[in-house]
């Protein structure tokens, strides 16, 4: 059971700009920007381990920060115009769009709706 009541020793914007500039630093070093989610995981809590996230324990990796301040890091993703979700039969791929990304304000690049918030409207003439 998964437990709301965590005390983040980093503030919310903080922790998300570390990911942010985390994410965008792994999947810049690959020549397609592109890697599987499980590998990208991985590699974020590994490049992250240097922060101490948690007042009550030594270590709380990030991905834990993501599943319990934003469902998950698939959701964190999903709201950022310059990362993008690609699903096959077998794996699930995160790919980066540098060009998208201004690193003055990546707090402020979310997208505005997501594709499941999109309704089609017929044209009227």
């Known amino acids: 059971m998964v437990s709301d009541s965590f005390n983040w020793n980093i503030s919310n914007g903080k922790c998300n700009e570390i990911i942010h500039l985390t994410l965008i630093d792994i999947l810049s070093e690959r020549n397609d920007k592109t ?14 381990k240097i922060y101490k996230l948690s007042k009550e ?25 310059f990362y993008d979700i690609i699903k096959t039969e077998r794996h699930i791929y995160i790919r980066l769009y540098k060009h998208l990304v201004d690193l003055n304000d990546i707090r402020y690049e979310r997208r505005i709706t997501k594709d499941s918030d999109w309704m089609i409207v017929p044209e009227i003439i």
């Open 35 to 48: 890697l599987p989610l499980n590998k990208l995981v991985e590699l974020l809590n590994s490049r992250t």
């Open 57 to 81: 324990k030594k270590y709380n990796s990030f991905s834990k920060y993501l599943k319990n301040e934003h469902n998950g890091i698939l959701n964190f993703i999903e709201n950022y115009n």
